[in-house]
């Protein structure tokens, strides 16, 4: 059974950072697909950011050049830099594969960016 776990969110200002990690047991993530999600309050859940296997990454229009995705697959834990943040960053941040069948998710870990 394929567990995840994310932390690392908080309350920040306008401009600030955080690094969110997302710790996988039951599947080694150097093997898949990994992906970081953003659920803002009201909204469905979107995709903002996709590790491929061999190292190279997509990242969402809304975030790019702000929010870098990597992963230390000795630790088999998946991390979103996030840098520059803005309010519309608010959110509940998850982990998960980034093609189906996905795991069942994690709690999230919230992220909230006052002005």
């Known amino acids: 059974q394929v567990r995840l776990v994310e932390s690392g969110g908080g309350s920040v200002q306008f401009g600030g950072s955080l690094r969110l990690s997302c710790a996988v047991t039951?599947?080694?993530?150097?093997?898949?697909?990994m992906a970081w999600y953003r659920q803002a309050p009201g909204k469905e859940r979107d995709l903002i950011a996709t590790?491929?296997?061999?190292?190279?990454?997509s990242i969402s229009d809304s975030v790019k050049g702000r929010f870098a995705i990597s992963r230390d697959n000795t630790q088999n834990t998946l991390y979103l830099q996030m840098n520059s943040l803005k309010p519309e960053d608010t959110g509940i941040y998850y982990c998960?594969?980034?093609?189906?069948?996905?795991?069942?998710w994690g709690p999230g870990t919230q992220v909230t960016v006052s002005s």
């Open positions: 590790l491929f296997t061999k190292g190279d990454s």
């Open positions: 998960n594969f980034a093609l189906p069948p996905r795991a069942p």
């Open positions: 039951g599947k080694d993530i150097s093997t898949k697909y």
